[in-house]
Each structure stands twice: as C-alpha cells, then as structure tokens.
C-alpha cells in the first residue's frame, strides 16, 4: 500500500548537481523516517542522508557533508535530495525509504519501503 515514487535522478559532468524527489502515498501522514540510500556496481547499499519530518533532524554520510542537503515537504510528503558538487564516486542508483511505524532515530532504525530507485550518472 505505502509507495515512494523517485525522480530526478540523470547524468551530469563532475562538479554538477542534481535534486531527488521522493513522494510519498498510501498512508495518512505522521512525522516519520525518510531517507536516500545509493548502490553502485559492485558496492553495497549505503545511507547517503535522512531527515525526521516531525522535527526536520537530519543525518549524512560523512562522505556527502556540506554536498548534499536533504529535507521533507510535509504539505506533500515529499523528500528531496539537493546533491551539489557531484564526484564521480556518487554514481549510483539511488533509492528512496520509508519507516512509517513510531520511530525518531532515523540513522538507526530500519526502513521497510522502499521506491524503484532512480540512476545517478556522474562523468568526468
């Protein structure tokens, strides 16, 4: 029932950015626990950022600090991704998840639904 619907993922040259979307759908909003995880080839799948939408805490990989900002619309359940100064190591697919059930700890706790994910190409 719950859906995450992703875009914005492309292709941009090093240096370039890029913004996620993320709407949520199929549940009746409450503060909850969204966050963007990226896998590349051969990698495995890793937190990039998240945000508590009921207080608008966040958390990032140490490897996107002060590049990425990500943040909520509670008017549309929609979490963004502003992904600034792109490196090549950021390619990745990037997907989009969820933890709806009581929950504030949003770097801990496990995220249940997920969105089909969306390519991030980054060239030199």
């Known amino acids: 029932q719950v859906q995450l619907a992703e875009s914005g993922g492309g292709s941009v040259q090093t240096g370039g950015s890029l913004r996620l979307s993320c709407t949520g759908s199929?549940?009746?909003?409450?503060?909850?626990?969204m966050a963007w995880f990226r896998q590349a080839p051969g990698k495995q799948r890793e937190a990039v950022a998240g945000?508590?939408?009921?207080?608008?805490?966040?958390f990032y990989a140490d490897s996107v600090k002060g590049r990425f900002t990500v943040s909520h619309d509670i008017a549309n359940n929609t979490l963004y991704l502003q992904m600034n100064t792109l490196k090549p190591e950021d390619a990745a697919v990037y997907y989009c998840?969820?933890?709806?059930?009581?929950?504030?700890?949003?770097?801990?706790?496990?995220?249940?639904?997920w969105g089909q994910g969306t390519q991030v190409t980054v060239s030199a």
């Open positions: 998840a969820a933890n709806i059930h009581p929950a504030t700890a949003c770097a801990r706790v496990e995220y249940q639904h």
């Open positions: 199929g549940y009746t909003y409450r503060a909850h626990c």
């Open positions: 945000v508590y939408t009921g207080t608008a805490n966040t």
